[in-house]
């Protein structure tokens, strides 16, 4: 038997609620243009399946491995991944699962500049 109690602190609906805001909000900002999602693996894979589902604008997908850390311990950034896809001249929108400390997406963005 566990010592910890479950507590939801954000329900399903609003979870899907705010997914809605944010895609209507990324349709408007990219209309006419087209755009690639960058998923960074493995977090990002569920709210990146949602969240493009509800986009309304042309985009693809691209999926990278990127490490930072080793188990629950903080390690060096590693991507395992290499950029076989177009990113020049792109609006690319990136999408990771916890932003904490920032280090995974400066990471990314200095990667892809």
Do not use: H, P, W
């Amino acid at each position: 038997m566990s010592d910890f109690e479950m507590i939801e602190i954000i329900n399903s609906s609003d979870i899907k609620k705010r997914n809605k805001e944010l895609a209507l909000d990324i349709s408007k900002y990219y209309k006419n243009s087209e755009l690639l999602v960058l998923g960074a693996l493995k977090g990002c894979i569920y709210f990146l399946s949602d969240i493009t589902k509800l986009i309304t604008t042309d985009l693809s997908i691209e999926l990278i491995n990127i490490k930072s850390y080793q188990g629950m311990t903080r390690n060096n950034i590693s991507c395992d991944s290499k950029f076989n896809f177009q990113i020049k001249g792109k609006n690319i929108l990136i999408v990771e699962d916890i932003v904490d400390t920032g280090n995974t997406i400066n990471f990314l963005f200095n990667k892809i500049r």
